[in-house]
Structure formats: C-alpha cells, structure tokens
C-alpha cells in the first residue's frame, strides 16, 4: 500500500487522501451540470443564480451527498466543503456567501457544531463588512444527547435536510431574508432526530474505523462524524432498533395525535436500501399507531458519515406553509421532485 493511502487495514477506492476533497468536488462538478465550483475555493454554487434570497450551507467532508448535492433550483445556492469531519474556515464559507449572494441576502443554515458554527459567523461578519446582508440559523436536531464531543447542546444532523428542502422552497417563492428564516425556524423548531449504527465509519486521514464493535454489537445515538453514541448493545431486529430510536424522539412530545409529519429514513453511507425500506415499514406502522398522518416520507442516503453502516430516523411536524414548501419541486444532484 502506498504512502499515500494511510492506515494498513484501510481499503478506499482513492487516489491521495490529501485530494479527497478536491476530486470528490471536481467529479460532483463534472456529473452534474446544475452546480459549477467556484475556481480555487471549495465551493459549490447553482450554474444559474435566482434573482432571490440565497441560502448557503455545508461543513466537513464525509456527509455525501451533503452538502453539495442540495445545491440547485428549490434547495441550496451554495455548499461549501471543509475536510473530512473538519469544519471549513471562515474564509471558505466568506467565499460560499459571495458567490451565492443575488443581492438579496444570504440564509447560512448551519449544523450544532462547535466549529461550523465559529466559523460561519466569523465568514458572515466578513460578508457583512463587504455590504452583503446575511442571516443564520442552527439546526439542533439530535434527541440522542444534550451535549457531545464537538457541540454545546445538541448535535445538527439529518434534520438539516429538510430545512434546505423547506427553507430553499421559500426562497425560491420570493420570500425576504426575514421571512425565510422565520420558515426555516419554524422547521428547527419542529424537527427531531435520532441514528445508530451496526460499524463505525473509516476516516481516509485515519486509515483506521473510528470506534470497534464486536460482530454482535450496535452503537445507539450516534453522531455524524464518527463520535460514539450513547450506549451499546446487543443487535436485535431492525423493528426493535426502531422502536427504540421512536421512542426517545416520540418523547419531546411536539407529535401529537392527528398531526401531519414528514418522515427521513436516512443511510449512514453503507446501509443497503432494502435495509432501509424494511425499517420504514415498521415506522409507518407505528407512527400510525400513534394516530400519527404521515404527509412525505422520503427514504435513502441524504446525510451520511462515509461508510457507517447504520440509519436515523427524522420527523418533522407539518402545517400548511411547511407542507407546501416540502412538496414544492427541487431539482438538485440528490433531491428532486417536480
């Protein structure tokens, strides 16, 4: 094995860990005409800018296909990308604002990460001493803990999808700066989530699997990048796991009987789909059970950690704005709908 392919048990279909990011971005570029990367930046923008408010998100490598992959007509105007797990610096995400901004205002949507958070606001500071106007919200989806090892409070993941999703479609509608962070707050407010996972992820730069399970062990309340979770346990069925991952998000007690919901089943990055669909037939049964109405569910790999095999569950109480928003069509590289 070559230098350049570090750790000796890592297998990775790569060249050079120090291009990861750069190919991964110049092959999401070269496959996908809707986003164009900006030159000598880690930054994805749409290839035809809206005259409306933009939205701009990202963070570390490793998410795939977030974020880069929501970028385009419905959802993001920009995506920037830092290392794999690495927040990107102020600097990137300055140039992200940039490039996206129509005059209008940008929305950063930003995950709980200590420095995703840092970072983004330093780079709207920038922007704002440059006479764009910017405005930003933090998603803090996670049910599993209060706080981890890179956040105060708690963790953004899959959740952010569906603020993309909602918060783009206002944008895209004509709304203002204000009122479409008001949408997108009202998405954070209405929006849970919870993973696990049967095997970590293998970071490239670490060439080795980020915590060990044995062959009967799962990881509940898992992160995105690779942190551990709450506790471990012995593997039962996948209606068990579920049940489980239900009933701590069931308990913040936003759902009630008669509400609509969207619901995310989501892939870690190496879960098969089948896996994926067999644990949504079971979450449908019990969400109706619960007298629950699920409005959309969508099922697949939207926010990942690499290779982690495993899944999260997200619900998202509905009202009328934020269902019409979600059905609103998109057409991005990993999320469209007419």
Not at 35 to 59: F, I, N, P, Y
Not at 64 to 87: C, I, N, Q, R, Y
Not at 191 to 210: D, E, L, N
Request: charge should be negative; hydrophobic fraction near 40%.
């Amino acid at each position: 094995m070559t230098d350049n392919l570090k750790g000796e048990n890592m297998k990775k279909l790569i060249n050079d860990v120090d291009s990861y990011v750069d190919e991964m971005l110049k092959g999401m570029a070269a496959a996908c005409p809707e986003v164009v990367r900006v030159e000598g930046t880690d930054v994805l923008v749409r290839a035809e800018k809206g005259d409306k408010v933009a939205l701009v998100s990202g963070g570390g490598s490793g998410h795939e296909p977030a974020h880069g992959g929501f970028v385009g007509k419905g959802m993001l105007d920009g995506a920037v990308a830092g290392a794999v797990f690495t927040s990107p610096t102020p600097d990137q995400v300055y140039e992200a604002i940039k490039a996206a901004d129509a005059g209008k205002g940008v929305l950063l949507v930003i995950k709980n990460y200590t420095g995703d958070v840092l970072n983004f606001e330093m780079a709207a500071d920038m922007a704002a001493d440059e006479g764009i106007e910017v405005a930003q919200v933090v998603v803090a989806d996670d049910v599993a803990v209060e706080n981890s090892t890179w956040t105060t409070g708690r963790r953004g993941i899959a959740g952010t999808i569906f603020v993309h999703k909602i918060a783009g479609a206002a944008a895209e509608a004509g709304k203002s700066l204000g009122e479409v962070k008001a949408v997108a707050e009202k998405v954070i407010e209405n929006v849970r989530s919870m993973g696990m996972a049967v095997s970590a992820c293998t970071v490239p730069a670490a060439g080795k699997p980020s915590f060990d399970l044995t062959d009967s062990e799962i990881e509940i309340g898992i992160g995105i990048h690779g942190e551990p979770g709450t506790h471990r346990e012995d593997i039962g069925t996948v209606n068990e796991i579920s049940d489980k991952l239900l009933e701590k998000i069931l308990a913040e007690g936003i759902y009630g009987e008669g509400d609509e919901i969207a619901v995310m089943v989501n892939g870690m990055g190496g879960t098969p789909l089948s896996e994926l669909y067999i644990a949504n037939l079971h979450i449908q049964e019990v969400l109706d059970a619960k007298g629950l109405k699920v409005a959309k569910t969508i099922v697949g790999n939207y926010m990942t950690s690499l290779d982690m095999e495993g899944y999260s569950i997200t619900l998202l109480k509905l009202d009328e704005e934020l269902k019409s928003y979600l059905e609103a069509p998109a057409a991005t590289p990993a999320f469209t709908q007419a």
